[in-house]
């Protein structure tokens, strides 16, 4: 490589690196702030497989950034406990054995503090590593620090839909917190409308060098019928209509393992929905029990019930080509974990789509599948998103409990078709002719 060009790549991996140190600051702290309103006991819970105790989360996090980065690239670093290795892998089997998912709130020992000084040791370990980062091992750093902070804000999200779960099933129906936000108003949505859109060839995916998931690439292009789609999404009063009309009940609506699931689950309205003879309909919030508020995006649902919603509106889900088409140029804007709602909130309308980003993600008909071209990273890191791409269905746009700065239009979130505890909600879409 010429001197020149070696130059210029040496400034601007300081420049990256220096932004990254910046980062690794302000998000590993949120994570613990997530978790300051918590009792002790708080952090042990695991009240389903799919949940995990928030003590886990700090931990699992932090084993993250020792893995990764600190030993193989460190002089002399050693693990603050060896044993951390079994306890707080999450599921690189080409790294060492995960202790079982659904034992992780069988953990009563590391202790949270001992859990806490293991975070401690590790950060200034991480500055050890920043401050002086091996020159010929720099690039790899710097990837593996950017894909640790974007684990984390992972983690931050999936904290607060495991809290939530977690405390709804207290017959105390304790809140997170008792100073957040309630419903804004009562008033029904507004008519929903209908966004005409094109289609053609197109091109999808992400697009520049900017960081994003080893599954949110390559870009590619679709081809695409002309479509509309929903000016807003589903909201609960609209919901509500469907419960009304006895939609948990006409199979005729739902796709067979669908129908079978929610038999068998008793499910007669989302997640986190109640009713009250004296109050209505509530909904369990991080907040506590609050009223349901009308014109909010309706969530918690799965992917079935999204789909029986659909049918029964003479429309259908969209796909996440169409979603993201639709949502290219707009501005990553909307309620999100910085604007401390941590609920799904009612919002003015624009004259396009509106409420695309933050507030529920949005179902899409889509399978979580790899793209033409797709490669996963090497080594452990190939585990991240590549070996679930089967079986589970795509969500778009974020959430009231997504960090801002971890979101894009061509990210890819992804659950099983059963799973409700996650802020997922839905948009509408109808093709062009209907």
């Known amino acids: 490589m010429p001197a020149e060009a070696r130059r210029d790549d040496d400034a601007g991996h300081t420049a990256a690196l220096a932004q990254l140190r910046e980062r690794f600051r302000q998000v590993r702290p949120a994570s613990a702030a997530i978790c300051a309103p918590l009792a002790i006991e708080d952090h042990v819970l695991q ?76 950060n200034l370990a991480m500055e050890q590593l920043l401050d002086h980062p091996p020159q010929d091992h720099l690039p790899q750093i710097l990837q593996r620090l950017e894909l640790g902070l974007q684990h984390e804000q992972q983690h931050q999200e999936l904290l607060l839909m495991d809290i939530q779960y977690n405390f709804s099933l207290n017959p105390l129906q304790p809140a997170y917190r008792q100073d957040l936000a309630t419903a804004q108003t009562t008033q029904p949505p507004a008519p929903l409308r209908w966004l005409e859109h094109p289609g053609g060839l197109l ?60 038999r068998q689950a008793g499910w007669q309205a989302p997640l986190y929905w109640r009713h009250d003879d004296d109050r209505g309909w509530l909904q369990f919030t991080l907040g506590g029990l609050q009223p349901l508020e009308a ?58 789509p509106s409420q695309m980003f933050g507030d529920v993600w949005e179902w899409t008909a889509s399978a979580f599948r790899p793209y033409p071209g797709f490669r996963p990273l090497d080594g452990s890191l190939g585990e991240y998103n ?24 061509s990210y890819r979130n992804f659950f099983y078709p059963h799973m409700r505890w996650a802020f997922s909600g839905m948009r509408l879409a109808r093709d062009a002719q209907e």
């Open 386 to 409: 590549g070996k679930f791409m089967c079986g589970q269905m795509v969500l778009r746009g974020g959430c009231c409990v997504t960090p801002r700065s971890h979101m894009r239009a």
């Open 295 to 352: 014109g909010a995006p309706v969530c918690h649902l799965s992917f079935y019930e999204a789909d029986a919603y659909a049918r029964w509106s003479e429309a259908r889900l969209p796909t996440e080509a169409e979603w993201e088409v639709a949502a290219q140029g707009l501005p990553i804007t909307g309620n999100f974990l910085e604007q401390d709602r941590l609920r799904p909130m009612a919002s003015p309308l624009k004259a396009g």
């Open 203 to 262: 091109e999808f995916g992400h697009s520049d060098e900017a960081f994003a998931f080893d599954c949110e690439r390559p870009r590619h292009r679709v081809f695409l019928e002309p479509f509309r789609l929903a000016n807003r999404p589903v909201s609960n009063a609209d919901y509500l209509s469907f419960i009304l009309d006895g939609g948990y009940n006409r199979a005729e609506l739902w796709l067979a393992d669908g129908w079978a699931y929610a």
């Open 47 to 122: 009240s389903m497989p799919d949940v995990s105790p928030p003590k886990w989360h700090l931990a699992h996090v932090t084993w993250f950034f020792e893995t990764f980065l600190l030993l193989p690239y460190l002089p002399g670093y050693r693990c603050v406990d060896a044993r951390y290795d079994h306890l707080f892998n999450s599921y690189y089997v080409t790294h060492s054995q995960p202790f079982p998912r659904a034992e992780r709130g069988s953990l009563s020992r590391p202790t949270v503090a001992e859990v806490l000084n293991y975070r401690q040791q590790v």
